[in-house]
C-alpha cells in the first residue's frame, strides 16, 4: 500500500451514539476497499472487525469571498466499521457515557 487508508475518524453526534453500539465511523481513502480498511482498522486499534460498510459523501457547495463566488468541496468516502462486542476505540472513547443534569443554581 502507498497510500493512508484512513484519513480521519468522524466525529458527529451520530457517530458518537453509533461508537456506543460498537460502530465506529471514519473518513478514508476513496481508493481503499473493504478489505484494506479492515485490515488497517485491526492493525492501528489491535480490534477485530466484524464488518465494514462503505459509501461515497457527495461534495457540497459553499460559498466564499466577498464576490459570494460558489466553489464545489471535494467527495470523499466515509466507512463504518463495526467491532466485536465489548471492543472500542480510543478516539470514541467518550461515546455511551449518560450524561448528567445540571445542578440547579439554588
Do not use: H, Y
Not at 23 to 52: L, M, N, P, Y
Not at 85 to 106: C, N, R, W, Y
Amino acid at each position: 500500500m502507498n497510500f493512508d487508508v484512513i484519513i480521519s475518524p468522524l466525529i458527529s453526534e451520530k457517530s458518537m451514539n453509533d461508537a456506543g453500539l460498537g460502530k465506529f465511523t471514519f473518513k478514508v481513502s476513496k481508493k481503499a476497499d473493504k478489505r484494506q480498511i479492515k485490515k488497517d482498522i485491526e492493525e492501528k486499534f489491535k480490534v477485530d472487525v466484524v464488518s465494514v460498510a462503505t459509501s461515497i459523501v457527495k461534495g457540497k457547495k459553499r460559498r466564499f469571498g466577498a464576490k459570494r463566488t460558489e466553489v464545489a468541496m471535494p467527495t470523499w468516502k466515509k466507512a463504518i466499521v463495526k467491532l466485536k462486542a465489548g471492543q472500542k476505540i480510543g478516539v470514541f472513547d467518550t461515546a455511551g457515557t449518560t450524561e448528567t443534569a445540571l445542578p440547579s443554581g439554588k
